[in-house]
C-alpha cells in the first residue's frame, strides 16, 4: 500500500512539473491587414514558433490573437517576430478597439496587399 502511495506521489509531483502555462496574447499591427493574404502571412510565419498553440486573425477588429505556452516563449519573442514578415506589432489593451483603415487591396488577385 506504501508503495502505491508513493507511486502515486511521485506521478502527480512530476505532472505537476510538466504543467503548461497557456497564455493569450492580443496584438496589432501597423501596416493594418487589409485581406486574407495578409493574415495569411501573419498565421503562416507566427505557427512555427515555438510554443505557439493557435493564431487567429481578424481583419474587421484589426487583432491577432495567440495562445501560446508561457515556458516556451515570451510576449517580446513573439511580438519582435512581426518585424522578419513585414509588419510591428503592439499589445492591446484590455477592452481598446482599433479602426480599420480605409483601403483596397488592389493585388489581392496577385497575392495579396503590397503597401
Same mark, same amino acid.
Given at each position: 500500500?506504501?508503495?502505491?502511495?508513493?507511486?502515486? =506521489?511521485?506521478?502527480? +509531483?512530476? @505532472? !505537476?512539473?510538466?504543467?503548461?502555462?497557456?497564455? @493569450?496574447?492580443? =496584438? *496589432?499591427? *501597423?501596416?493594418?491587414?487589409?485581406?486574407?493574404?495578409?493574415?495569411?502571412?501573419? &498565421?503562416?510565419?507566427?505557427?512555427?514558433?515555438? /510554443? &505557439?498553440? +493557435?493564431?487567429? *486573425? +481578424?481583419?474587421?477588429?484589426? @487583432?491577432? @490573437?495567440?495562445?501560446?505556452? !508561457?515556458?516556451?516563449? *515570451?510576449? #517580446?519573442?513573439? &511580438?519582435? !517576430?512581426?518585424?522578419?514578415f513585414g509588419f510591428k506589432a503592439?499589445? =492591446?489593451?484590455? /477592452?481598446?478597439?482599433?479602426?480599420? %483603415?480605409?483601403? %483596397?487591396?488592389?493585388?489581392? +488577385? #496577385? /497575392? /495579396?496587399?503590397?503597401?
Amino acid at each position: 500500500m506504501r508503495k502505491v502511495l508513493m507511486t502515486m =506521489l511521485l506521478v502527480l +509531483s512530476a @505532472t !505537476a512539473m510538466v504543467a503548461k502555462d497557456i497564455r @493569450t496574447l492580443v =496584438l *496589432t499591427t *501597423t501596416p493594418q491587414m487589409h485581406c486574407k493574404n495578409c493574415e495569411n502571412r501573419v &498565421i503562416n510565419n507566427l505557427k512555427p514558433l515555438k /510554443g &505557439i498553440k +493557435s493564431v487567429v *486573425t +481578424s481583419v474587421a477588429d484589426q @487583432t491577432v @490573437t495567440i495562445e501560446y505556452n !508561457a515556458k516556451k516563449n *515570451t510576449e #517580446e519573442n513573439i &511580438i519582435n !517576430a512581426f518585424e522578419g514578415f513585414g509588419f510591428k506589432a503592439r499589445k =492591446l489593451a484590455d /477592452g481598446e478597439k482599433i479602426v480599420k %483603415e480605409a483601403h %483596397e487591396c488592389k493585388e489581392q +488577385s #496577385e /497575392g /495579396g496587399c503590397k503597401e
